[in-house]
């Protein structure tokens, strides 16, 4: 059996060194966990010293180290939190299996208010992109622009086939060198060493020498449970209530009640696209410039349905030049 060790803290060097970001080995970051509920916590990863500038919500089945390399290339300037979201990284999990977009942007909520953000930019890709759009609608004081990465309300279980095909794989893996190899093969766009990263930071090593992932597979189960024991919850968040699959649920049943959503939004919006990715099209950019008449659009060269990790400067430099404006 072969062990290997992990430091969360100690891979920065890697980030900055593949991208070519240069005094970005040491920087300022400190893990914060914050009581949300009873027994159940949100854990953050918090950049800088000064006051924070703008939030970071990672997709499902992520964690808050898929934005190391963005905020790196940022500068040391920048006061940022990145998130786990509940379920992923290091935040508790949910006894009821209810990750919907609304439920996560109210825990979001508690965690920006006891971290005394304020109004910041928040940027969040797939499902924390749904989940900052929820948090821009049910909590707009705490969101002063808003940047949605490859994900609108018209995502469907065809466009994001792909991405469920990876997430919906094994849960354990006999070796790492056996979990490197599947996620390389469903990441084509991403280098070897950048996956590497991001298994150490998303996996974990169990006693026996076999590997899986941190993220909550189990809540399917417990959410249609759920379902079926309430009445009284919405259609839209019960579909939505599974973490890999809450932005790829059928849309009759979740995209029409959160297009709405989306048109509620009041301050800037932008919508980033991957440009080899499936999962936002046309159609989507359609309505959400019928439903939202000033958003803008941009699209990544070369990116996938990750564009954080398939071309973290380009997309540092979009948050630079929108989410960060005075």
């Known amino acids: 059996m072969v062990n290997i060790a992990y430091d969360e803290f100690g891979l920065f060097h890697e980030n900055a060194a593949e991208y070519g970001i240069v005094g970005a080995v040491s920087p300022v970051v400190r893990r914060v966990d914050v009581p949300v509920a009873p027994g ?14 703008v939030v970071f919500v990672h997709g499902g089945a992520q964690n808050a180290h898929t934005w190391d390399t963005v ?26 299996g209810q990750y919907s977009p609304a439920s996560l942007a109210d825990d979001l909520a508690v965690v920006l208010d006891s971290l005394q953000t304020g109004a910041v930019g928040v940027v969040g890709m797939s499902l924390g992109g749904m989940t900052a759009m929820e948090l821009a609608v ?12 490859d994900i609108t309300p018209g995502v469907n279980r065809a466009k ?23 996620t390389t093969e469903h990441n084509p766009t991403r280098s070897e060493s950048s996956l590497r990263r991001g298994i150490l930071h998303n996996a974990h090593q169990l006693d026996d020498g076999t590997w899986q ?11 249609a449970a759920a379902e079926s024991e309430s009445e009284s ?10 973490p890999d699959e809450a932005v790829a649920d059928d849309t009759s049943a979740l995209m029409s009640p959160l297009w709405d959503d989306f048109a509620a939004v009041r301050m800037p919006l932008m919508v980033v696209r991957g440009s ?5 099209d046309d159609d989507d950019i359609t309505e959400a410039r019928r439903r939202q008449p000033n958003i803008v659009v941009e699209v990544v060269d070369g990116a996938g349905h990750s564009v954080q990790g398939d071309r973290p400067l ?13």
């Open 40 to 53: 159940r916590s949100v854990s953050s990863l918090v950049w800088g010293r000064g006051p924070v500038q």
């Open 71 to 96: 905020i790196l290339a940022l500068g040391s300037g920048l006061s940022a939190v990145a998130v786990d979201l509940p379920g992923h990284g290091h935040s508790d999990w949910r006894a009821d």
């Open 138 to 149: 049910r909590h707009p004081r705490l969101v002063r622009r808003l940047m949605m990465v």
């Open 160 to 182: 994001a086939k792909a991405v469920l095909d990876f997430v919906d794989g094994p849960q354990s893996f006999p070796s790492f060198e056996a979990l490197l190899q599947r």
């Open 213 to 223: 992932w941190r993220y909550d597979r189990g809540s399917k189960a417990r959410s």
């Open 233 to 242: 919850e919405s259609e839209a968040d019960a579909a939505a209530a599974r």
């Open 276 to 280: 080899v990715s499936p999962v936002v």
């Open 314 to 326: 380009e997309l540092a430099a979009l948050v630079r030049g929108f989410v960060l404006q005075p």
